[in-house]
């Protein structure tokens, strides 16, 4: 069947430090990929995505390359300001279409 | 912003109670997603419609029911409610037609079960 597997948080890191956040999925065919974002009290936003291998998707600094060889989709960020404490989730969206599915989210602190 | 409505923001109701939660997907899309998420079980997928016909089932109770209306908003009907009910209930859509689209997600309505 289809997954995702998100690395279990809570992440706290120090200002300007190096984010990654791992992502691994178990899909049939080529999923579209995705991370969100959730800031407190609101509502996920779709932070970047990837449709196919090798593809990268950026975004406010933020990067994930589609890796199909070791099906994965780490999320990265070289300098991580207070701003970026959030929940990320990374998602796949199924070839069939209808379906997305979901990580369990990692929560992220950036302290000054 | 999203594109997606979702009302009311927040609800406070007693244990046995329904409710009815409202969803209007972004302008063109034809698929709605329903989502719960609670502190302990992160999000789970309830129920998807696209075009106002259900599409995929989820998690979702048998004390819930769903549907959505031809002019595409959705709503969410949660009855006998318990206090395990509370939760963060999150509404989403997505043009259907392309896997490559992805979600987009209302605010949300925090419901409360005291």
């Known amino acids: 069947g289809n997954s995702v597997t998100q690395m279990e948080g809570p992440v706290t890191l120090s200002e300007e430090a190096f984010l990654t956040i791992n992502c691994t999925y178990t899909a049939t065919g080529y999923p579209s990929l995705f991370w969100y974002v959730q800031y407190p009290g609101e509502g996920l936003q779709l932070l970047l995505k990837a449709t196919k291998a090798d593809d990268k998707g950026s975004n406010k600094g933020f990067e994930a390359t589609y890796r199909k060889e070791t099906t994965s989709f780490h999320l990265e960020k070289g300098s991580v300001q207070v701003s970026d404490s959030a929940v990320y989730f990374c998602?796949?969206?199924?070839?069939?279409?209808?379906?997305?599915?979901f990580g369990t989210g990692t929560s992220l602190t950036v302290i000054p | 912003d999203s594109g997606v409505t979702q009302t009311p923001k927040h609800l406070i109701t007693a244990t046995g109670q329904r409710v009815t939660l409202r969803c209007s997907p972004r302008?063109?899309?034809?698929?709605v997603y329903w989502y719960q998420q609670s502190l302990d079980q992160g999000l789970q997928f309830l129920i998807q419609y696209y075009n106002g016909e259900e599409r995929a089932k989820g998690n979702i109770l048998e004390r819930f029911s769903a549907q959505q209306f031809p002019d595409l908003h959705s709503e969410l009907n949660l009855s006998s409610l318990e206090l395990g009910d509370s939760a963060l209930y999150f509404c989403?859509?997505?043009?259907?037609?392309?896997?490559?689209?992805?979600?987009?997600f209302g605010n949300g309505t925090r419901l409360t079960v005291t």
């Open positions: 989403a859509s997505s043009v259907a037609s392309s896997y490559n689209s992805p979600l987009h």
């Open positions: 998602a796949l969206r199924h070839l069939t279409g209808n379906q997305f599915y």
């Open positions: 302008s063109g899309d034809l698929s």
